[in-house]
């Protein structure tokens, strides 16, 4: 037997014991204005000024007793270090003094805050408080990681995942930062949505703001003016999720079951929308269809009428969502047909079907799954994308661009936004759960994970001609409307003066060597070196996080697990504009404040972006034979010398493409951005939208364009970085012997 | 250095053990055994009668829902994988594909609290005893399957274990190797007195190396015995048609006197070990190779009729139609002059038909 375990188990929590009691006694326990990297407060009155005291002197002093109440719950654990692993004594000890201190440190964030008590019976019962406290900071943060890992350890000891810590720490950390970052803000929305102009709550002010006419009004049909921003949202999504459904499934036919020969090409292009933000291609289409568009302007001098206005509102929303939101069905049903086994198709063939019979009663239906994802992707894109309905929407009003002005705008009425956004989330999750009911319990699984030796079978040549020409023409114009933005970004001014110039991009850009080192001059860079210093924190974050969650649901068997994957896939089915809102009403208050910091655009790019990671691990995660953990556990490493060792090495694709992924989407993500950056956080995106509004076409596009070529620069040093694991010569053929 | 004897091979054993997967599905079903130190032990039995379970539950990789582990002498019934001293060698072998030969070889050395040099030795005497010290900085996917299957052998014996496993470690090799790779592994284990527990459906490979044979059906141990005992006196049909297969017959005890039983089939009748059996109707398991067929005669024999003729090189199969069910035989004379539809005698040898409770 060995014997070290016993050591090992209490150095954790005497590891976290420490961490505990330098959050209390070390670190300045509330949040520090100059912000979480900042640290001019180590020689500004540290450790005694009330701002920046650990609380152990803040108690000492007199003030903020109510903290003593988490002390007694880090001095019980102590007893456990004294005790061995397996006495039930050690895992009670743990258990309650993790979750009741857990729970007395958010608690008192919750009930004492900035004008003291925040609930009006607690000032009755007690009396005015007559302190106030500031949000949560260092000294927070460590201890409340402490109760919360001391409060696993005692899970594990008590049985729990074979009381396995490293898997149980995951799984209670995990839930914890999902709690706090997807549900606490959707719920504090709700409530908002509730609060009318006399701050109480009340039904009837939700149930106003909910059926707003401005939002239901069906009048366009009935021969009024204008529909409600609802109905305009969904049509919009509806369309488009059909459209960029079917559009990716004939590029996905086109490349596994046609004789194409550019389908490298096809493939490339998939990736340009996917690093290009979401309103560049709105951009363009102004500069082709716009009042002085190429388009318009050739059209009208040809047959001499008026330039029309015609492509601001649904015609223009929906091309350039179409546009950009079609190479993602493409990824999405390029898995799924390939997933089809060649052998289902010969046998339906054997089975005298001809080509179009076996298309239609074989392949189609198994395709379902992906046809189902690729619709439920564009429409929920579609709900949440606020770029291109910002530049091109005109009097088409959508959910996604009212939730913005309801915030940013004259009226600033949070509830207002918090009750849009609501609808928004309603239509999304509706859809979320329309996909899981249609797709049912039916099984679709054709890969059988022997080796399959077929070939696919041609499309038949009345589905494959149409799909060519589909083909033809969106890759046509996709080329086309790239060739506008690069052009676009070196004409000075569009449509009136038509010289080229560098000017936007000097003006954007521009740099000079001066005594101090270089002087960057031009009005992006500030925006642009926060976006890579955002973008590039979060994606090794959105990473880790994602891959642990996928080891956990797909590696692990514990209670809940299928409410444990529920709640980390629901912020997939959020979109941007709600996370962005959200967090504004539940960060904008202590206990947990967060607006105006680089840590909430950090935090919501990681939960925004987490889906992904997850699908990715999972993915390649049930590609590896579970007997490789199994054998490792066997030879004697525990769960995390197992992940670092087998798992991880093993995983690299699929790092690499949370990596990349999660910083792509964080370069070019505009929705949630727009309402949490700040003068001193901005992003590039909302810079650009800034331009947009202006009118400044010019620099807008220039500074896209860059953009662009930034992301391709570092999608290929990620690449280079991260490297690929030698799994021998048969790798390529993904395990498929010969 | 040189793997020594093991002295840390330590006995297992099972107390009332079940395990029960979700809410109901019960994969092993209050099974108790218990397994010498030094010995080579066989899990035998059809798919899903929960042999795998149950060395997986050795193993720690799965918690038993009720019941005791112990591995010598030590309770482990609530310890994880990672803290018993047990490795194990999988079907698949699960060699790490991203580390070299030599890397996976040493891979649990490294958590065991060695030296650095001390662990590259072990490794390498790991490797030499499997033959395969030349090949330590390869891939596993450079090994052909037989070699891979080395591997998997060294890493769990560098590890000294107190009890090593395999999980069907033969089955994606083919035939040929199938029967060099058990000698092998009988030798190890004999050389180096490991405990082994080891599982497959094979019941010629299980014969062939094992001590003791532990046969489980439907979650519960059917016979536990040497390979001998199970063949010569299975404890029920199952057993009996399972080991070696057998033609099993419907019969009648007429009489018994000092253990020997007169037995009657039909109009033929012979002298068998009761093996406790009392008077009355039982069934009569007769191996294939024990099956006399005979030309067709008038008396003491079982008259019948060959319905089916095949040869298969080094012996003859027939399958003959007899008043109670059709009887399966080999015969070893190739040139028998019988063909399919001739009327034959068919006996029993005197030793090999066993009695079974009906």
Known sequence: MKTENKAFAHSTLLLWLIVGWAGFCLVPWYGIEDGFFGFEWLSDGYPFDPDYAPALFLILQGKKIWLASVVPFMILPVIALFRIKSDPVFGKVLVVCGALGFGILLGQGFIIGLKGWQFGWLEQLFGPLGDRQFGMGYGALFMASAFLFIFTQGIAARGAVNGDVFVVSSIGFVVTIVAIFVFFPIISMLLSAFIGEDKAYSISVFIDKITDNRLWSLSCITGGQKCGAAWNSFALAVLVGITTTVLGLAFALVVTRTGFRYKKLLRAMSVLPIITPPFVIGLAIILLFGLSGSFTVFFSDLFGFQPTRWVYGLPGILIAQILAFTPIAFLVMIGVVEGVSPSMEEASQTLRANKWETFVNVSLPLMRPGIANAFLLGFIESMADFGNPLVLGGNFDVLSTEIFYAIVGAQYDQARAASIALVLLFFTLAAFYAQRFWLGKKSYTTMTGKGDSGVYSQLPSRVSKPVFLIVAAWTAFTLLIYAMIFYGSFVELWGVNNTLTFKHYITAFSARIGEHGIHWTGSAWDSFWTTLKIAGISAPLTAAVGLVTAYLLTRQNFAGKNAFEFGTMLSFAIPGTVIGVSYILAFNVPPLELTGTGIILVISFVFRNMPVGVRAGIASMTQLDKSLDESSLTLGANSWQTFINVILPLLKPAILAALVYSFVRAMTAISAVIFLVSAEYNMATSYIIGRVENNDYGLAIAYSTSLIAVMLTVVALMQLIVGKTKIGRRSGQSGAKP | ?358
């Open chain 2, 1 to 358: 250095m040189k793997l020594k004897q093991n002295s840390k091979a330590a006995s297992v054993s099972f107390k009332n053990v079940t395990k029960i997967y979700g809410k109901d599905v019960i994969a092993v079903d209050d099974v108790s055994l218990s397994i010498e130190a030094g010995t080579l032990v066989t899990l035998l039995g059809p798919s899903g009668c929960g042999k795998t379970t149950t060395l997986r539950m050795i193993a720690g990789l799965e918690m038993c829902s009720s019941g005791t582990v112990e591995i010598g002498d030590v309770d482990v019934t609530t310890l994880p994988a990672t803290d018993r001293d047990v490795s194990m060698v999988f079907q698949s072998y699960a060699l790490f594909p991203h580390m070299s030969v030599l890397e996976n070889v040493s891979y649990g050395l490294k958590f065991s609290g060695f030296k650095k040099n001390e662990i590259s030795e072990r490794a390498i005497a790991g490797l030499e005893l499997v033959g395969l010290s030349e090949y330590g900085a390869r891939l596993p996917s450079e090994l052909s399957g037989g070699q891979q299957q080395r591997v998997a052998v060294a890493r769990a014996l560098v590890l000294e274990p107190q009890v090593l496993l395999f999980d069907e470690p033969l089955s994606n090799l083919d035939a040929k190797l199938r029967r060099q790779v058990r000698e092998e592994i009988r030798e190890i284990q004999q050389n180096l007195g490991l405990t082994v527990v080891y599982v497959t459906h094979d019941q010629e490979e299980a014969l062939a190396v094992s001590d003791r044979i532990i046969v489980m059906k439907n979650a519960v141990i059917a016979q536990d015995g040497t390979p001998r005992d199970l063949y010569d006196a299975p404890a029920n049909r199952f057993v009996a048609d399972f080991i070696g297969e057998a033609n099993i017959l419907p019969c009648e005890i007429a009489a018994i006197k000092a253990e020997i039983a007169k037995v009657k089939i039909g109009d033929y009748s012979l002298n068998l070990p009761s093996r406790g059996l009392d008077k009355g109707s039982a069934l009569l398991a007769v191996r294939p190779n024990r099956v006399i067929i005979g030309k067709s005669k008038p008396n003491k024999n079982l008259p019948g009729k060959i319905i089916r003729l095949t040869y298969v090189g080094n012996h003859l199969e027939f399958t003959i139609a007899t008043e109670f069910e059709n009887l399966f035989a080999t015969s070893s004379d190739v040139n028998s002059e019988f063909k399919v539809g001739d009327d034959v005698a068919i006996t029993f040898a005197d030793k090999g038909p066993v009695l079974l409770e009906s």
